[in-house]
């Protein structure tokens, strides 16, 4: 009888505990579930901000980090090993499942709230927030290995809905530190007189903007949607001006990132 009972006991242990795995063998054929890393403005103060990214509502959304402006505090609200909801719709160099395969970090900052679409105008972020979001970049790019063109704004993967974290956004810094690809400025220099005199037609930069990462129309016109990729692009690479329009310098820089 009592061995009945202890074997039940066993099996029922058994049972909730799950089944026994042999860890003694590893495929050499993985990589980390890590893909990318998604850079977020909120558009929202502080409080509005924690209660959209932790709260349930309509909208759904959610990150890994909030980097707070006053006081400069980074909060995980998601663990790394689970997914968060912060990219939407989205699509970086054929890649459609972003959530699924990033890291998402926002930054509490009002950014383009409440300014016209076709003159945006952007909020600075508060002093010490980007060198805390530049150490973070840093410390998951490092643990994960991501690769410098999978190191992404939300405007990148969704051009035509979103442009943050914005021309405001040091991405020229991380170029510098190598977390980002950045244009080589003598390459730009060089190829810029050859733009100056002939600008290359609508469906070069809708190819060469389709080859760098982004979702483009391939219609050869400069369309609404095309001058949102196009003005993305400069935001990131040229955040002095991002009017959207092809011009020699844009061409430049474009050229020296996709055929350096």
Same mark, same amino acid.
């Given at each position: 009888m009592r061995f009945l009972l202890a074997l039940l006991l066993a099996l029922a242990a058994g049972c909730a505990t799950g089944p026994r795995i042999d860890t003694t063998y590893t495929s050499v054929n993985q990589d980390s579930r890590v893909q990318f890393l998604v850079l977020h403005y909120t558009a929202e103060d502080w409080e509005t901000s924690l209660r959209t990214l932790t709260q349930p509502s309509s909208r759904e959304v959610s990150s890994h980090?909030?980097?707070?402006?006053? &006081?400069?505090?980074?909060?995980?609200?998601?663990?790394?090993?689970?997914?968060?909801?912060?990219? #939407?719709?989205?699509?970086?160099?054929?890649?459609?499942?972003?959530?699924?395969?990033?890291?998402?970090?926002?930054?509490?900052?009002? #950014?383009?709230?409440?300014?016209?679409?076709?003159?945006?105008?952007?909020?600075?972020?508060?002093?010490?927030?980007?060198?805390?979001?530049?150490?973070?970049?840093?410390?998951?790019?490092?643990r994960y290995n991501i690769r410098p063109e999978n190191v992404v704004g939300h405007g990148d993967v969704a051009p035509q809905r979103r442009v943050d974290p914005g021309p405001k956004? &040091?991405?020229?810094?991380? #170029?510098?530190?190598?977390?980002?690809?950045? &244009?080589?400025?003598?390459?730009?220099?060089?190829?810029?007189?050859?733009?100056?005199?002939?600008?290359?037609?609508?469906?070069?930069?809708?190819?060469?903007?389709?080859?760098? #990462?982004?979702?483009?129309?391939?219609?050869?016109?400069?369309?609404? &949607?095309?001058?949102?990729?196009?003005?993305?692009?400069?935001?990131?690479?040229?955040?002095?001006?991002y009017d959207g329009t092809p011009d020699a310098e844009t061409a430049a820089i474009l050229s020296a990132l996709v055929d350096p």
């Open positions: 980090y909030l980097i707070r402006d006053d &006081p400069v505090i980074i909060y995980r609200l998601v663990d790394e090993s689970r997914r968060a909801w912060h990219s #939407g719709v989205s699509s970086w160099r054929g890649n459609t499942q972003i959530n699924a395969s990033s890291i998402g970090i926002e930054i509490v900052c009002l #950014g383009d709230k409440g300014s016209p679409s076709d003159a945006l105008v952007f909020r600075d972020f508060a002093p010490g927030q980007l060198d805390a979001a530049i150490e973070l970049v840093k410390d998951i790019v490092r956004f &040091p991405w020229k810094r991380l #170029g510098e530190l190598g977390i980002i690809r950045w &244009p080589d400025s003598g390459t730009v220099a060089h190829r810029r007189p050859e733009f100056e005199q002939a600008l290359p037609d609508y469906s070069w930069f809708q190819e060469k903007l389709r080859r760098h #990462g982004y979702e483009v129309p391939r219609n050869g016109e400069l369309d609404a &949607p095309t001058r949102r990729v196009i003005s993305q692009f400069q935001m990131k690479y040229r955040p002095e001006r």
